[in-house]
Structures are given as structure tokens and as C-alpha cells.
């Protein structure tokens, strides 16, 4: 059900994003999805990649500071109205979202977003119990 | 009761007060007679101030002489303020020259002995015996700091590796190979050898390390804590300095409740830095000292610019020497920023207090439009990382909160890639003033 997903620290000066994206790619990892938070000062950088561990462990070797957190991908009509479909469903029952993204990808006619709870099993029990479907961690990142 | 074994000279370092009193006075004319006869520097300060050796009547005296400062040292470059001919000179060290000329100084093998019985003395107060390997990670050379250790680790005949300092791996390598079972070097120097051992994942319970004697730079008991769980060893910290000795002017016993001062060889004054006025006992100020059997390079009212306070109750180890605090930093580190007397080892110490906080930090002062900015860069690791910029802000928000409350001035946290603060191998330089540029 969750997808794992790193998270990097990235000062706010020129070349790092870059610096990220080109230690994956010689380590031959790929990016699925990706959301950057930013400050003046330092930005987090959010990745969905097909190799987490191989990405966790290149991107310590240069020295970047990384964490490694569960998320869930959701499956949502892709027509106005999808999403609020389920984020009224998250409100009805008090689910609080820390922050979302969407895949880039579709999934069949769907598109895909990425939610990161506080309580991650709580939500995935809500989303289920009211007909949503989330996507296997496997899936996505093959999608 | 005293634990004898825990005490290298039990008469000198048990005697009642008032025979250090009497010790001392009676040491200290014999200095003032010495300087008087052989060093024009003191011939001319005692002349200014109408000074003789004979006026001096009681300890208190003291404080009607004048101060010797780092200027002085540096106006009778090399050997001027030496008082004795270089033929009875064994020994020259001298300390680093940062900012102009370095200071020189002398010691005749009376000296060399009187620096190695100290050593030994705190070394044994840190709970060192002839059992263990004392692995000396200062660098051998000009500074005091290694050869002091080493000739007091001798003198209880500890095995010495004279490993010098620098090239970690290396260090490791002969930690887990040669056994060391204590550890000698800076306290930040300390914390890149646990660093290093994270990171290749060597458990230091699999090192024969059990104590750490750290010196030669300010640190707070934060950073104390932080060695101790870190490395698995009891932390001690010891104090000199070059202009005086080198180590061994104070050290911590195994309760670590301040360092003993070497009260039968020196005397240890606390004055305000500003007026140069003696403060009561008890308070915190500049730590001035006199040396008492120095035959080489005797010192008078020596400004070390070392902000400390010291403590005259008893201590449980059965030492009836005075204690100095850890210096809490120094008068030239002092910063004054909107008014406020910071110092470095204050923010180190909120930073460490912080759950997963490690002290690699700089300072980055700035005047903008007239006004004294605090900036503390922190480099972030995994433990004060969050995916969620909710937490991350937090974090930034509680640190500063903390700095204001303790440093009373307010400063702006800055989270920085790791290793992005230049590390020190030898001396942490923590300060980046831009008023001054």
C-alpha cells in the first residue's frame, strides 16, 4: 500500500538541485515524481524513485543529508471535481494532509497523486472504506 | 577520606589552606626576586609603580603589582622576558602566532620536571595508571599540549603512541589495533574521531578507549556528555597554557566538579576584565596568574583572558585544591552584539541541548543598517531532518527561541549542508565577524 519516498536537504544556492539529479542518474536511479518545499535559505527536495535504497546510499556517499518516509499514491478521476472528491472524503473524517503532489504519469484514465499523512494507516483505512483506490508500491514506480 | 591511588602527590595536593597560603608567599617573593634581578621588562614595570620585593607583606599584596600581558611578551620578543642565561635553558616552545609575532618560551630542567610532576598530577586525577596506552592526538611540535602529556603519562609509566594529530583513519586503525585505552587530544577533535567511527560503523565498545583527557580549547558540558556517550569514556578536561606552562596548570578529578588548580605553583586571581579590578572570591571574570617556581620564564600577574570563576569548597575527592569552571570562553572570543556580552561556547551549548543536535555550528556576526545581526549556521543531519516543512520550521524556530532566551539577544538559526563548516582539526575557529571587515 505505501511507497516509499526520500527526502534531501538542499541548501538555496545555485547547482544543488542539479547536483541531486545528477548523482541519481549516474547511479542509474530513476525519478518518478518529485516536490520541492522552499525557504529562503534551504529547500526539501521530495523524490519517488525505482530504487530507494541505491538512491539513499549514493546520495549519503556525497555527503547530502537524507531521510526516508512513507507516503501513499492515490488513484484519482482525472476530470474536474477528482480530487476534491477525496480530499472532502480525508476532511469528512478529520484526516490531515501535511502536503501532496502528482505523479507525473497516469495510471489507465487516472491520474496520481501523492499524499503524505500524519497517520498514514488511519488514512489508507479511510481511503479504502470509502471506495478509493491506492496504488501498490511496486506499481508505481513501474507505472 | 582521600582514594589515595587517585592522587599522584597526596602532600602537595592535600595541604590545608593555610599552609598553601603560606606556600605560596613564600614562593612568591622568591619570584618577585628573581624577575627583579633579571628581567628589565619587570625591573621597569616595578620602577613605574614604585615597587620593591620587600613591600610585599601579605598574599593580598598581589594585587598593587602590575599585570604582564600577551603585548609585553610580544614587545621583548624572543627572549626578553627570560630569567636565566640560555645556557640553563633546555627547552623552548612557543605558542602560535595568529595574530603577529608568536610568544616564545623557556624551560630549564627544574622546569621540565616541575610541568611533568603537574601532568602526572591531573592525569592521575583523571583515573590514568601505569596500565593504560595514552594515545597523544595533539601535535608534536612547538605547542605544549603533546609533550606535556607525554612526559606525564611517562612519569606514571603509562605506554606513550606519540601519534601526532591529523589523518583520522590512521588514528582509528592504531586505536583498534594497539589497544589506547585513553584518548589525548582537542574536544572537537574528539567528536571527528566518534564522527569517523559512525560513520564506519565501528562500535566504540569494540576500542579498549575508557577516558579522554581534553584540552587546549574551550568546551562546554554539553559537549562533555556528547564524548562520553559517543566515544563510551569518561571526559576530563584540563587546562594551561603555553605562557604559563603548557597543560597542567588545572584538571579535572574523576567528579568533575571543576578543575584543580596547581595552587602550590601558581597563584590564581579573578579580576574584571574591564577595570582590572580583583573581584571577591566566587566571582566570574578574567583568570590572572603568577607563577611561583618557574625558573625560566616566571610570569607576574599573567592576563590569560580566560573567563572563569573558581570554587574554594570542599571536593569529595580529597584534593584541597581550589577548582576553576570549564572557561566559558575568551575575553578576545567575547562577542558584543547589540550591547550583549556573547560567547561562542553559550550557543554551542543551547545547539547540544537540542535532541539529535550536533556542535558543528559557526557564528556570522554582521552590523546591517546599524544594527548587530547573530547569525548561528547549523549543518543539518538526519537526525534534525524532516520531509515536512511544518517540523523543519520548527525546529529553526524552537532553536532560536532558545539562543534568545539564554544569549539575551536574538539571533537567526541557518540550517547548512553537512560538511559545509570548515573543520578543525586542532583548534576550532567559530567566529566570522563581518563588522570588523
Partial sequence: MKVEQISVFIENKSGRLAEVSGVLGDANVNIRALSLADTSDFGILRLIVDDSEKALSVLRDKHFTVNKTEVIGVEVPDRPGGLSSILKILDNNQINVEYMYAFVERSGSNAVIIFRFDNVDQAIAVLLKNGVNILDGKKIISI | MPDHHLIWNTEAECLPREQIERLQLERLLQTLQLVSNNVPCYQHKFKGCGFKPGDLKTLDDIQHLPFTSKEDLRLNYPYGMFAVPMRDVVRIHSSSGTTGKPTVVGYTKRDISTWTELVARFMTAAGVTREDIVHIAFGYGLFTGAFGLHYGSEAIGASVIPISGGNTDKQIMIMQDYR???????????????????????????????????????????????????????????????????????????????????????????????????????????????????????????????????????????????????????????????????????????????????????????????????????????????????????????????????????????????????RHEGKASRVIDKRKQ
Fill in chain 2, 180 to 422: 589506547s585505552s585513553a584518548l589525548v587530544c582537542t574536544p572537537s577533535y574528539g567528536l571527528t574521531i566518534a564522527d569517523r567511527l559512525e560513520k564506519k560503523g565501528i562500535d566504540p565498545a569494540s576500542l579498549a578507549l575508557r577516558v579522554g583527557l581534553f584540552g587546549a580549547e574551550p568546551w562546554s558540558e554539553q559537549m562533555r556528555c556528547e564524548l562520553e556517550t559517543r566515544l563510551g569514556i569518561i571526559a576530563t578536561d584540563n587546562y594551561g597554557l603555553s605562557e604559563i606552562m603548557g597543560p597542567g596548570v588545572a584538571g579535572d578529578c574523576r567528579l568533575k566538579r571543576g578543575m584543580h588548580l596547581a595552587e602550590d605553583h601558581f597563584i590564581f586571581e579573578i579580576i574584571d576584565p574591564d577595570t582590572g579590578q580583583v573581584l571577591p572570591k566566587g566571582s566570574k571574570g578574567e583568570l590572572v596568574i603568577t607563577s611561583l617556581t618557574k625558573q625560566a620564564f616566571p610570569m607576574i600577574r599573567y592576563r590569560t583572558r580566560d573567563i572563569t570563576r573558581i570554587h574554594y569548597d570542599h571536593c569529595d575527592c580529597g584534593r584541597t585544591l581550589a577548582r576553576m569552571e570549564k572557561t566559558c570562553g575568551r575575553t578576545d572570543d567575547m562577542l558584543i552584539i547589540k550591547g550583549v556580552n556573547v560567547f561562542p561556547t553559550q550557543i554551542e551549548e543551547v545547539l547540544l541541548q537540542i535532541e539529535g543536535c550536533q556542535p558543528h555550528y559557526q557564528l556570522i556576526v554582521d552590523r546591517v543598517n546599524n544594527s548587530d545581526q547573530l547569525e548561528v549556521q547549523v549543518e543539518v543531519n538526519e537526525h534534525i531532518f524532516f520531509d515536512e516543512m511544518k517540523r523543519q520550521r520548527q525546529f529553526v524556530t524552537e532553536a532560536e527561541k532558545r539562543l534568545a532566551t539564554v544569549l539575551g539577544v536574538s539571533a537567526k538559526v541557518k540550517l547548512v549542508e553537512p560538511s559545509s563548516i570548515v
